[in-house]
């Protein structure tokens, strides 16, 4: 669910960069049609030694930044932790994505504005660190363009503000909920199997009539590349919810390669909501 009233400042113009950071953030890094920086989300209330961060990438209008699976076309974000100090690991989150339909086939990512909400676990709670961040993507009107940022963020409780705490919260909410297949309440997936041709996916989803946007994305180990979902059936499911069945198929494949037997990751987004579910198919084929 979005929160209203969360805009942080406009970044400087793109090529430039502001001289001192505000609370709570590092300085925006800037490359061309785009600006990245990192925000402070706060202590993790729960886990002395958690911190929450993000990583805001913010483009001109009508240029877009892409998911960890990019699709037909673009480049996938890839972030350099290394320099950070203090800091025994990083997971970064990947909010539910949009998909794009153009000349260059399908492309899954982020138009505008996106923020990657970042878990930090520092080596040592009871000392201050730094998060440090080399970020390389791509952003995209009609061309796909490199981009460059660089970013760091202390990490410390003494003088603690965070401004964006809220903001660092709301892109959380926008994460995909893990959920297993055939999990009761919608949305959910509740099937995938290997259609008969094994040129494409059969998958059933239940998800509320109310959702708007729905979307199914495939994830297969490299080089699988899977296509845009296509509804062929659609059936009553309930009070409010209708169970849909898509066909997905294969655009690439490696020499040989067949679908019995792969691991997979589903993402469904229905409207605002959004899970994510691992699915595991036999020697058949399936994945009841």
Request: glycine fraction near 8%.
């Amino acid at each position: 669910m979005m929160l209203a009233g969360l805009a942080a400042a406009a970044p400087p113009a793109m090529g430039q960069s502001s001289l001192s950071p505000p609370p709570g953030a590092s300085v925006w890094s800037s490359s061309m049609h785009a600006s990245m920086r990192l925000i402070d989300g706060g202590p993790d209330a729960t886990n002395q030694a958690l911190w929450r961060a993000g990583v805001e990438i913010r483009m001109d209008p009508h240029f877009k930044t892409y998911w960890r699976t990019p699709g037909d076309s673009g480049l996938p974000p890839v972030f350099d932790w290394a320099a950070s100090q203090n800091v025994a690991n990083v997971e970064v989150l990947w909010p539910a994505p949009y998909r794009f339909e153009d000349t260059a086939g399908s492309s899954i990512g982020y138009v505008g504005s996106v923020v990657f909400p970042v878990r930090v676990t520092l080596a040592d709670p009871r000392k201050p660190g730094q998060l440090v961040l080399k970020l390389d993507y791509a952003v995209c009107e009609k061309v796909c363009i490199p981009a460059r940022g660089e970013a760091r963020l202390p990490i410390s409780r003494q003088g603690l503000s965070t401004p964006n705490s809220l903001v660092v919260l709301d892109w959380e909410t926008r994460v995909p909920r893990e959920a297993r297949l055939g999990a009761a309440d919608a949305p959910a997936l509740r099937s995938v199997a290997a259609a008969p041709s094994g040129e494409a996916l059969t998958i059933t989803a239940v998800v509320p009539d109310k959702a708007s946007i729905v979307d199914v994305f495939v994830e297969g180990p490299d080089p699988w590349v899977f296509g845009a979902p296509l509804a062929v059936a659609t059936l009553p499911q309930g009070p409010g919810t209708r169970l849909v069945t898509y066909l997905v198929k294969v655009d690439n494949r490696p020499k040989d390669g067949k679908l019995p037997g792969m691991a997979l990751r589903l993402t469904l987004t229905a409207g605002d909501d959004a899970v994510e579910t691992a699915a595991q198919l036999d020697a058949a084929g399936s994945a009841p």
